[in-house]
């Protein structure tokens, strides 16, 4: 399908196309030590090789605990940081390490809606300038056509036009967010990368945001990158699925072959951490509970990352680390990496590991 | 009241409430500024020195009409009148109101028209030092790296000269001269401006709309000039109100040292300087410029500390001492 959008350039996606490609990405951040002369003594393995492929139109949910890299994964997509290695594919042209003024096309195809309503509009500068911005930089619209159009996009937002002069200080932290929302929608993007977009809300006000984006979503064809650490707001958003863990994707599947077949050890352990609203079912069922944390992405442990606090480790897990491929008879969308995947029925909470995993463990007190 | 309010419902429109407003001027938000303005308002202090500032710049602007009514200029030598017989200067009298200096000057006439010079190199000197600490700071906080590192060595040495003898220095290699002075006390003071801007800048520059601004595809200078130094407004406006009065006292002193603005034009320094001869026998001499200095210094300071209270919500003392 061709089409020509509102500014006249030409549109070959299509629903279900590939919309974005990640091979291999890779984001390591020096750590450097020295007053003048500056070294560097060990890097921090934020994005250690992830393969991704969003599709035009839907919406891929992206969690995982807190610094296994998923932000620092949709920085890189949204053109904010320089990759190490690797590179991304968007809607068929190679946008890995541009210089900023090749990337500035992109950057109206690819926008971001952060996380914290507060941090992210500046407090100084009036609702109407903050989501006229866009249009500013990108010289689409000035004088009165931008204030007509930035007052159409607060009202698709639920925001009330007549608002226009206020300072963010004078909305609610969910009307805030629907700022955000309106500045990511200005330039109609292909792709809108949602970095935590409600987990600094109001359970009530989630479900306010996570509505109006599904809304924009039907109305403008978006796709999204939709990353919490909420599970149960991925569910209710996603239509696949990612679960990263110290950098790397672990799991990959269509929301339900997910939640219901989950074959990762950790993808198990995240959707046992779910809590249940009914307190006999919570009392029942099996928790796994996991030894020790997350070691530290200064120095990832060898193999596949999550050995050290697999119930299911053996030998292999610690020398290799496994592809991500679909395992038994599980579609070719469902991908996990893992040797020792997780079968229907299978109860891991009383699993045991066959290795030592205090030797791995990271000794106290050395990772602070 | 009720009457009417019942008259106006039978009359099916809404009753007026008393603070309604046009929906045009209801929408328009408060600017920072504003809040700022109306927490000084409640600051007595602040309000009281805010007052006497005005009434400074206007003695200055208006320095000619002022000594017209006073009858005497400022340099006009009365020796007759002026000085007594044995040539020492005539006390406050009905004339003179604060006197006369050692020429027969009088006093009052020359401390309005010192007041310009004050004013003058004050806020342009501040003006400058502010503008090149902004420009610096700005570049040093956002950049980073090797770039800050470059500009905070620079700061640093700025800051380690001393002052004095480097404005001595400095002065006697171009002539004294009001721009010169200007220029000297910029040069030794920007450098403070530009630690604290790239201070707040290297906060600044982590928050998240600094992230959202680049993920539009803005550019540096874009960032810098619109979402990083409209954040710098609230403390540069306190600490230009700090630094002008220290612009002021530097000034004094480098008149005072002879450095500054040549006589016989008046300034409240070389005033100090030339009643050292004869105030044992004419205190006022001394005293007045030297009272005017500490005033115009005091009310700087005094709006610098209300400014910061009031453009800083988190302060509490403006509450404290309502």
């Known amino acids: 399908m061709t089409a020509v959008d509102h500014a006249g350039r030409t549109v070959h996606t299509q629903q279900g196309e590939v919309l974005l490609r990640v091979d291999n990405a890779v984001k390591h951040f020096p750590i450097k030590q020295g007053i003048v002369f500056q070294k560097e003594v060990a890097r921090v393995h934020a994005v250690d090789g992830v393969d991704l492929e969003v599709r035009s139109g839907e919406t891929l949910g992206l969690v995982g605990e807190t610094g296994c890299g998923k932000s620092t994964l949709a920085r890189l997509v949204a053109g904010l940081y320089p ?32 996380q914290d309503p507060y941090g992210s509009l500046n407090p100084r500068r009036r609702v109407g300038s903050i989501i006229g911005d866009p249009f500013d930089i990108h010289n689409v619209a000035s004088g009165a056509d931008r204030k007509k159009r930035v007052q159409e996009l607060m009202e698709v937002v639920g925001l009330n036009p007549e608002h226009y002069n206020r300072f963010p200080a004078e909305f609610s932290g969910g009307q805030r967010q629907r700022i955000g929302v309106a500045r990511a929608l200005a330039l109609r993007p292909k792709l809108i990368i949602c970095d935590e977009p409600v987990s600094a809300l109001d359970v009530s006000i989630q479900a306010q945001v996570i509505n109006l984006l599904d809304d924009l979503q039907k109305e403008f064809g978006l796709t999204y990158i939709f990353i919490a650490h909420d599970l149960s707001v991925v569910r209710h958003v996603s239509d696949r699925v990612a679960v990263m863990y110290l950098g790397k994707i672990e799991e990959i599947a269509d929301v339900d072959d997910l939640y219901d077949k989950p074959r990762h050890p950790y993808t198990n352990a995240l959707l046992s951490a779910v809590p249940v609203p009914d307190p006999d079912r919570a009392d029942t069922r099996e928790r796994i509970i996991l030894r020790g944390d997350v070691p530290s992405p200064v120095n990832p442990p060898d193999g596949c990352p999550f050995h050290p606090r697999c119930p299911k480790a053996q030998t292999i897990c610690v020398d290799e680390m496994p592809p991500l ?8 969308s469902h991908r996990k990496a893992c040797h020792f995947p997780v079968a229907d029925g299978e109860d891991i909470s009383t699993s045991t590991p066959s290795i030592d995993q205090t030797s791995t463990e990271p000794k106290v007190g050395s990772t602070g | ?39 000084l308002r409640r600051d007595k202090v602040s309000i009281f020195c805010l007052f006497v500032i005005v009434l400074l710049v206007l003695s200055a602007v208006f320095a000619p009409v002022l000594t017209g009514w006073i009858g005497h200029g400022p340099n006009e030598q009365y020796r007759d009148i002026g000085l007594s017989p044995e040539g020492l200067p005539q006390a406050p009298n009905g004339t003179f109101w604060l006197g006369t200096d050692d020429l027969g000057r009088d006093i009052l006439s020359r401390i309005i028209y010192g007041t310009r010079v004050s004013l003058l190199v004050g806020v342009l000197a501040t003006a400058l030092a502010v503008l090149v600490g902004l420009a610096v700071g700005t570049t040093s906080g956002y950049y980073g790296g090797k770039v800050d590192t470059f500009l905070s060595r620079t700061m640093d040495v700025f800051l380690s000269f001393p002052f004095l003898l480097f404005a001595i220095s400095l002065v006697s290699v171009f002539q004294p001269s009001l721009k010169i002075s200007i220029f000297v006390i910029a040069f030794f003071t920007w450098s403070n401006v530009g630690r604290i801007v790239r201070g707040q800048v290297l906060s600044i520059r982590e928050k998240e709309y600094i992230e959202a601004a680049r993920s539009l595809g803005a550019g540096d200078f874009r960032i810098m000039t619109v979402d990083v130094i409209p954040n710098l407004v609230a403390p540069l406006i306190v600490y230009s109100t700090l630094l002008i009065p220290t612009a002021i006292v530097f000034e004094a002193t480098l008149s005072f040292l002879g450095l500054g603005v040549v006589p016989p034009t008046p300034t409240w320094g070389n005033m100090i300087s030339e009643s050292l001869s004869t105030y044992l026998q004419a205190p006022w001499f001394v005293f007045f410029p030297s009272l005017a200095l500490f005033i115009a210094t005091l009310a700087f300071n005094l709006l610098g500390d209300g400014l910061r209270d009031a453009l800083d919500p988190r302060a509490a003392r403006v509450l404290a001492r309502k």
């Open chain 1, 83 to 114: 990759m190490t290695s690797g590179s991304i594919e968007f809607d068929g042209q190679d946008i890995s390490n541009l210089s900023r003024k090749a990337m500035r096309p992109f950057r109206r195809d690819i926008q971001m809606i952060f």
């Open chain 2, 1 to 39: 009241m009720t009457i009417i309010a019942a008259d106006e419902l039978a009359e099916g429109r809404p009753p007026a409430s008393p603070d309604s407003q046009p929906p045009a001027q209801r929408i328009e938000g408060r600017t920072p500024l504003q809040l700022a303005w109306a927490r």
């Open chain 1, 325 to 332: 491929v679909p395992a038994f008879d599980d579609p070719a």
